[in-house]
């Protein structure tokens, strides 16, 4: 699903909704909070990231859950974008309603923002923001949504466009 129509620059507000990257579950004593990116996670961040920056996308700021497999993934966008995640507890296993919540109290000055975080909070938040209809956002899949509002605290009424959704295999 692509769409061409990618003008971030114009009025409105740009969502960029990212899944962490691929975690490694080869230690089973580890605590889901602390799973690290394995092998595949760290060669799709960079990927994913280069294709944002390949459409010319612009990211004002980056939020994201503090655990470690999201932060790691967004430390690889944030390189690109020259930003510095903001990390939020509550993007850990978030449900949709916490989305609209943490994305209502963003800065106003940030016109393009990019949530980091899991699924299936992730997926089901996608999916209540337009027509589109994603099955499952892969780990590092990437799903935009244009807002027509001038601020965040307006995002959940505004009306919204859908943008595109990439994944790492959609070669």
Known sequence: MNSPH???????????????????????????FDRPLNERGKRDAPKMTQRL?????????????????????A?????????????????????????YKIIASLKDSWNSVMVVSHNNGLTDFANMLTNARIDNIPTCGVFAVKADCNSWEQFREAKKEFLFFDYPKNS
């Not at 020259?82 to 978030?94: D, I, R, S, W």
Request: with cysteine.
């Open 6 to 32: 990618l003008a971030n620059n114009s009025a409105g507000k740009m969502l960029i909704l990212v899944r962490h990257a691929k975690s490694d579950w080869g230690n089973a004593g580890l605590n889901d």
């Open 53 to 73: 920056v390949d459409k010319s996308i612009s990211v004002d700021a980056i939020v994201c859950s503090p655990a470690k497999r999201a932060a790691t993934t």
């Open 75 to 99: 430390t690889f966008f944030a390189e690109a974008f020259n930003t510095k995640p903001e990390y939020v507890q509550e993007l850990y296993l978030a449900a949709p309603e916490t989305f």
